[in-house]
C-alpha cells in the first residue's frame, strides 16, 4: 500500500515565546512532536509532513492540500488569521474525502465550526485537573491499544456541555479532578470525508509526548484516510432510468 | 399558553412570473399557503407572519428574527442574493433557540449549509414522479395523523445521495416513480435550536394545499419550537467548584 | 387531558430488613417516594399506582399493564425472581407503545435486558462517591428546569464501559468522585414505545427525596408517554397498490 | 493475517423440496452459493465453513462457534425450529465479538429478535419487484466498490415500517416497483461484537449469484471482523483508585 499522507498543522505561536512553558516543553513546536508520535506508530505507512500558520499559505497550499490524505489542526489563540481562502480550500477537501483530525483549542478554530454548523463552545480551566479518558465503544478502531482510562496527570479542563452537533460515534468521555464530564473524542462524517475530534493537548502539559495520546493520533489517521478522494459531491440532474443507461 | 409566533419565508420569485405555473398555483405566493396551512391545523396556538426575499431585509429584521419562534424557509433560484449579514441574524438566532424548517430547494440556501455544514446536494428531476413518503419514526411527533405512506400524485424528484450530515432523526423516506429514494424528512440539533428539513414542495405543484403535507409542517412548528431562547452558547471559564457556589 | 396512569414498579425487599439503610431511609418502600415525588412534580396530570415483586403477578396483572401508560421499574437483587410471563407481558406492552423509565440497578433487570439485547454489564462501587449529572442535550424535554449539574452528595458509582446499544438520545454524563465517568441518562426507541434509563438511585442513599431527581422522572413520564398504544407491530402481507386503495 | 474464519448458516429446507423454484436456482444449498461468493472476493483471506438446520447441533456446536470469526445466517420458515441453546450460543459470541451478518428473512430469526428487542417486523409481498439498492453512506466499508443503485431486476419486496432499533449506520435504503421503500442494510454494535443487516435474498430468486450483492457480503464480513474476542463484558467491582494500580 502507498503511505498515506499526512500533514500536521499548528499555529505555532505559544512555542515562539522564549521562556515560557510551551516553548520550553515543545522547543520545535508541537506539530513536530505529534508528527514524531505519527512516525513512531505508523512508521513506514504513512509520509508526514508539516505546516504552521507563519508559513506561505499557512503552509497549507492548494498543492499540498490536495496531496494530503489525512490533516491534523492544532489552533489557539490566532484562529482568526487563519486565511477564509485556506479555510475555504481545507473545508472542500474534506467534503472530498481529506481526512480531518481536530486536537483541543482546534474546536475553534474555522474550519471546524464550519464542518459543524455550531459554536463548539465549552466550558474550561486550566488548572492542571486530572484527565481521565474512558472508552465508550470499545471496537472502535481509534480506541484500540490504549488503557481504560488513559490517565494524564495535569491537564486543561475543558467541560460539558460541549456545543456541538450530535456526535455519529462517541468514542471517549473525559472526566477532570474538578469533577466535569466532556466528550473528548468524537467522530462526524462530512461528505465523503471523516473528521475526528480530540481534546487532550494543552500547549502548557507535554500530552503529546504521552504514549497513549500517541496511538490515539495514529489510529485516528488510519480510521479517517479516505475511501476515495473526489470533489465534492455535486448536485446533478438525473434522466428517468438513468441507472440502467 | 402564549401562541407560538411563527415566520414564513419565501423567495417569492417564480411566482412573479405571469403566466407561469408557480404564479397560477400560487397567486399570492407560497408563503401565503403555507401559512394557511398552519393556521388550518393550528389555529390559535400560532401568529403568523410571512416575509419574503424583495422586503426590506429580506423580511427578517433583528426584531422580527427575536420575536419569531419558528423560521419556516422556502428559497430556489436565488438563494445567492440572500444577504450574508441576515444569514448570520438568522444561524445566530438557531443556535439560540429558534427552530428552522428548511423546505424542498430550501436544501441549498446560505443557513441550511451552513448549519449542516456539507454540500447538501442531491439528485434531481422534475418530470412529475409520484412520490410516496414513508414512515420510518411512527411515534414521532412530526409523524403524528398522517397516512403512511403520504401520496403526491405529482412532483419533483429528489434523490439520494444527498449530502448532509447523519440526521439526529430520520422521520420519512420518499420514493419516487423513477426508483429513486430519498430522506425525506430528517432533523438534526443546533446548539439550542431544532432544525427539520422536509423535502416535498416543487413551485410547478400544488403541494402545499395537501392536507397531509400541511399536516406535517404543522407538526414540525410544534416540534422545533424553542424550549428556551438565548443568545447561543459562549464559552465560558469556570473556577474549580464552581457549581457548588 | 385525561391523566396519565403511571405504575410505579419496586422490587422492595432491601426495605423490609429491618435495621439496615434502605429500610430506614424508605420505611414504606423506594416505590411510595417515588410515587410522591411525580405528585409533588405532576399533580392532576398523572394517577399512580404501585406494585411489587411480592404482589400477586408483582402487582403487574395483564389488566394492570393494558391500563398502564408509563412503568417505571426498580429493581436489584431479585431480577431472577420476576416471572418470563409478566417480563413478556411488559416487553410486548412497550413494543406496543407503553412508556418505561428503568432505574438504577434495573439496568440487569430482565425487561431492560431483553429490551436491549447486550449484557447492560457496568462497574460499580458502593463507597459514597459524589456524582455529578451533567446535561449533554440542553434542549431534551428530560433535562428542563434541573441544574447542570445536578449535585449528589453520596451515591453508589457506575462506571463506563456500561454495555448499552448506542443510545438514541444521551441526555446525561455522571462523573464520580473516584474519576469514573457513566452514561447516566438515556433514551431508546422500541417498537412504538420509548424506553429511558437513568441510573441514579441506590438504596443505600435517600436519592429520590432529591428534588432534582424527582424533576427528571416527572420529565421522563411526560417525555415516555404513548403517542399511541396498539399491539406491537407484526408482519403484514401487501397487494401492489395497496396504499391506493 | 491470519484468515478470518466464516460460517455461513443456512435452514436449507426450501432447497431440498424437489421441483420447486429454490431446489432448481440453489440445487447445493443457498449456503453453497453464499459461500462460494465470499471466496470469489475474498479467497485466502477466509477459511468458510458452511452450516445448516438439518446439522447436528444445527453444526454451530460451542467449538464451531468459538472458532468462528464472522457468522451469516439465512433463515426463513423454520425460525422456531432452532433450538434456543444455540441461539443463546450465537447471542454470547456476538456479545463477546464475533461478527453477525443477518440475511433476508433472518429478520425474523430469534437470534436477530434477541440481539434488536424489537419485532423486527415489516411489511412483504412476494411479486417480483425490481429492487434498487441506494447507498446512504458512501464512504462506508461495506458500501465500496457496488454500483449506486445496485440493480436487482426480480425479488420479494421488504416494506417499512421496519420494527427495528434506530440503526448505528444506515447504508443501504431500497426502493421496490410497487413504490415501498426499505433500510436495506443497517449496521448496530452489540457489546463486542458488530451486526449488519442486508435484505436482499428471497429463495425465489437467484439473488445471491448477483455480483454485487456478492461484494457487499464480502465487505460486511471484512467489516464485521472481530477487534477482539472475549467473553461478554460482566460486572465489576472496582475499588477506588483501581485504574491507578
Redesign the interface.
Known amino acids: 500500500m502507498k503511505p498515506l499522507s499526512v500533514t500536521v498543522w499548528n499555529e505555532n505561536r505559544h512555542e515562539q515565546r522564549t521562556g515560557e512553558t510551551p516553548a520550553r516543553i515543545y522547543p520545535l513546536g508541537m506539530h513536530k512532536v505529534i508528527a514524531d508520535g505519527l512516525i513512531e506508530n505508523l512508521g513506514d505507512l504513512i509520509n508526514v509532513r508539516t505546516a504552521t500558520l507563519d508559513d506561505s499559505e499557512h503552509g497549507l497550499s492548494q498543492s499540498v492540500i490536495d496531496a494530503t490524505d489525512v490533516l491534523l489542526w492544532w489552533g489557539h489563540e490566532f484562529h482568526s488569521d487563519v486565511s477564509d481562502e485556506v479555510v475555504e480550500r481545507v473545508f472542500q477537501a474534506v467534503?472530498g474525502?481529506m481526512g480531518l483530525i481536530v486536537l483541543h483549542s482546534g474546536h475553534?478554530s474555522k474550519i471546524f465550526r464550519?464542518?459543524?454548523?455550531?459554536?463548539c463552545?465549552?466550558?474550561?480551566?486550566n488548572?492542571a485537573d486530572?484527565e481521565?479518558i474512558?472508552?465508550?465503544?470499545?471496537?472502535h478502531?481509534i480506541a484500540?491499544g490504549v488503557?481504560?482510562?488513559i490517565?494524564i496527570s495535569e491537564q486543561e479542563?475543558y467541560?460539558?456541555?460541549f456545543?456541538i452537533?450530535?456526535p455519529?460515534e462517541?468514542i471517549f468521555?473525559?472526566?477532570?479532578?474538578?469533577?466535569?464530564?466532556f466528550?473528548s473524542g468524537a467522530t462526524?462524517?462530512?461528505?465523503?470525508?471523516?473528521v475526528f475530534y480530540f481534546s487532550p493537548g494543552d500547549q502548557e502539559y507535554p500530552i503529546y509526548y504521552h504514549p497513549e495520546i500517541r496511538k490515539v493520533l495514529a489510529n485516528g489517521v488510519i480510521w479517517s484516510k479516505?475511501?476515495?478522494r473526489d470533489k465534492?459531491?455535486?448536485?446533478?440532474?438525473?434522466?428517468?432510468?438513468w441507472?440502467?443507461k
Not at 464550519?114 to 459554536?119: D, I, K, N, S
Not at 463552545?121 to 480551566?125: D, K, Y
Not at 465534492?232 to 432510468?241: E, G, L, Q, S
Request: aromatic fraction near 12%; avoid cysteine.
Open positions: 467534503l474525502g475553534y464550519r464542518l459543524m454548523g455550531t459554536t463552545s465549552l466550558r474550561w480551566r488548572n486530572r481521565l474512558w472508552t465508550i465503544a470499545p471496537t478502531p484500540l488503557s481504560d482510562p490517565v479542563m467541560g460539558e456541555f456545543d452537533p450530535t455519529d462517541l468521555i473525559s472526566s477532570f479532578s474538578g469533577g466535569e464530564v466528550r462526524w462524517s462530512r461528505g465523503l470525508g471523516k479516505p475511501s476515495r465534492p459531491i455535486d448536485a446533478t440532474f438525473k434522466d428517468t432510468d441507472f440502467l
